[in-house]
């Protein structure tokens, strides 16, 4: 039999073996195990260690991808020592072009250090130079919003519209366009102008449609708040119907589900009910939210309104079946307990609560009445 080799050993052939398959194939023993300590001793916060590792991962890299990479890891380890003013002039000599490897991470790093180090002007400057330069890279969006924070926190709204119109104009074609039309959209909103942000909400739906528009089903969204507070509830109707004709279904994968749309399916049965006051196509709403959306949270939501609807429309024994359904597959629920409102032949569930007292039982109880007759007042409940 072999010797046994210390445990202390398989560690560290183990992590050198894992720090190759992680850099791909191909790549200098001596680099993965640079890049295996450089990243041990960040896990144990151990920076001074780290940036040491990194710069030796950086002189035994043999490509100039890998040589950008750990460059910039380099100088964020140096960065969490405190050293923001050694880490920006690193990344200042070393990524001069913002299109090469590692070049817009590396730039918006340097302006965060600059921000960090009190010098917000420069910050500000370099992540707009960024935005604009590299409309297309991922840490684009998020330089973008610091400049958008910036000027909206010493100007106010109005400034941040005006300075979003001018962006809109400089960045017209990229991939940051619908980013800004959107957020001059929620700051009319949120100044009142509301003809004026619906215009604009509609205009992003339009101009950056399903599926890759990312703001389609928001916009969509805010517009029909806006014209249901308006009581435009048919105009909102349609925004809500608009949105969700195109949620898409998939055999294997489920649904290709965006978080707007089981709200805005909701609004759309609430608006039905009370400003076109149609019931039935409430009736409908609710129930496409119960049996389609089988992982939202408002699924009891709308099993209750389906049985209150049928309770308002006189068939008792419908709203009694559909109770009785909603208390046996979800007795957790709050409705659970209220369905002797609705179904006095129908006792309330104490399964969400076995172990309560009488005296919590009673005050559930209570609270259900309150909770069920303020639905009845609105038509709705959150």
């Known amino acids: 039999m072999g010797r046994r ?39 144990a916060g151990r920076f001074d260690e780290a940036v040491a590792a990194w710069t030796r ?19 964020q380890a140096l960065a969490r020592t405190g050293d923001f003013a050694g880490a920006r002039a690193f990344l200042l000599a070393n990524y001069p072009d913002v299109s090469a490897p590692y070049g817009a991470e590396a730039k918006n790093a340097a302006a965060s250090y ?28 998020a330089a973008f919003l610091h400049v958008l924070a910036a000027v909206e926190g010493r100007n106010g709204p109005e400034a941040a519209i005006l300075f979003l119109a001018a962006e809109e104009k400089t960045l017209a074609g990229t991939e940051l366009e619908e980013h800004v039309v959107y957020e001059r959209a929620k700051r009319l909103d949120q100044l009142g102008k509301t003809a004026d942000a619906v215009a604009l909400y509609v ?25 249901a507070r308006s009581g ?21 994968l489920g649904t290709y589900q965006r978080p707007r749309f089981t709200p805005a399916l909701a609004m759309l049965a609430r608006l039905q009910e009370t400003a076109l006051h149609d019931r039935g ?26 049985a209150r609807l049928r ?11 559909k109770l009785q359904s909603l208390q046996k597959d979800m007795p957790d629920s709050p ?20 172990n309560s007292g009488n005296a919590t039982k009673a005050k559930r109880e209570v609270g259900c009445r309150d909770y069920v007759r303020d639905t009845w007042n609105t038509g709705f409940h959150d």
């Open 311 to 321: 309770h308002l429309a006189g068939d008792e024994g419908a709203a009694c079946q």
């Open 57 to 75: 991962a950086r002189e035994t890299a043999k490509n100039p991808r890998d040589r950008a990479y750990v460059g910039l890891r380099e100088a």
């Open 335 to 354: 409705w659970s307990s209220c369905n002797g409102e609705l179904c006095p032949t129908l006792a309330p569930s104490s399964a969400a609560s076995p």
């Open 114 to 141: 600059a921000e960090k180090g009190g010098d917000a002007a420069t910050a500000e400057r370099e992540f707009t130079a960024l935005y604009r330069g590299a409309p297309s890279h991922g840490v684009s969006r």
């Open 203 to 227: 205009a992003v739906a339009d101009r950056f449609p399903y599926p890759k528009g990312a703001y389609f089903d928001d916009a969509l969204f805010h517009a029909a708040e806006i014209e």
């Open 5 to 43: 080799l210390p445990l202390a050993a398989y560690t560290l052939v183990f992590a050198i073996f894992s720090s190759l398959a992680a850099c791909g194939p191909g790549k200098p023993a001596a680099y993965a195990v640079d890049v295996a300590e450089a990243r041990r001793a960040e896990s």
């Open 281 to 306: 196509a409430a009736e409908a709403s609710w129930h496409r939210l119960a049996t389609d959306f089988t992982t939202s949270t408002l699924r009891d939501d709308a099993r209750f309104h389906e």
């Open 232 to 252: 435009q509830g048919e105009t909102a109707v349609a925004h809500l119907k608009r949105l969700l004709a195109v949620r898409e279904v998939s055999e294997f």
